[in-house]
T-cell receptor, first 121, second 112 residues
């Protein structure tokens, strides 16, 4: 069974360029989450998607960042006109069910990929 | 404002010693998870605790969720070099939907 696959593992971009990060969830998982981790910090939630729908993007910067999870193919996190502050590790996670119900009970484990490390020069 | 405070931030001990890592908050969490992350890899889930006062054991690791569901601890007995890694706690709140709030982690180094 393949786990969450992220690519590229490492990406170098110059300021102003675009970065595209791809995430293939665990087979059969329809819930995808993107988190960002700065050096020596914890993970910060960015966005939660189900197939073809953005469910929660409250952690996503309003400008330059977008995410999608099409019916076919991987989830993509896109960063336009990158700046040095975008340098970070971006982690994708997937789950089979919605991780938390409205009542707060856990219904599924979160599986993380190995991350994509973006360096902006 | 950091919702989940982890302490200590760094911990270096000798093989065979015991240690405790703390995860504290002023907010109530409906459940809390502990992850371990190694360099260059993603976090791996160790345990989920959901009930106030709950204690879970995973071999030499003991996890506890506070009675008020605002704090948690991870205790490792007889630490081994293989326990070295970044330990992260993450909480879910009823008002946060599917978002997990992560602490900033405790970097543990176990020296042989």
């Amino acid at each position: 069974n393949a786990g969450v696959m992220q690519n590229p593992r490492h990406l170098v971009r110059r300021r102003g360029q675009e970065a595209r990060l791809r995430c293939s969830p665990v087979k059969g998982h329809s819930h995808v989450y993107w988190y960002r981790q700065l050096p020596e910090e914890g993970l910060k939630f960015m966005v939660y998607l189900q197939k073809e729908n953005i469910i929660d993007e409250s952690g996503m910067p309003k400008e330059r960042f977008s995410a999608e999870f099409p019916k076919e193919g991987p989830s993509i996190l896109r960063i336009q006109q990158v700046v040095r502050g975008d340098s970070a590790a971006y982690f994708c996670a997937s789950s089979q069910h919605q991780t938390w119900t409205s009542g707060g009970s856990n219904t599924g484990e979160l599986f993380f990929g190995e991350g994509s490390r973006l360096t902006v020069l | 404002t950091q919702l989940l405070e982890q302490s200590p931030q760094f911990l270096s001990i000798q093989e065979g010693e015991n240690l405790t890592v703390y995860c504290n908050s002023s907010s109530v969490f409906s459940s809390l998870q502990w992850y371990r992350q190694e360099p260059g890899e993603g976090p791996v889930l160790l345990v989920t605790v959901v009930t106030g006062g709950e204690v879970k054991k995973l071999k030499r690791l003991t996890f506890q969720f506070g009675d008020a569901r605002k704090d948690s601890s991870l205790h490792i007995t007889a630490a081994q070099p293989g326990d070295t890694g970044l330990y992260l706690c993450a909480g879910a709140r009823e008002t946060s939907g599917s978002r997990l709030t992560f602490g900033e982690g405790t970097q543990l180094t176990v020296n042989p």
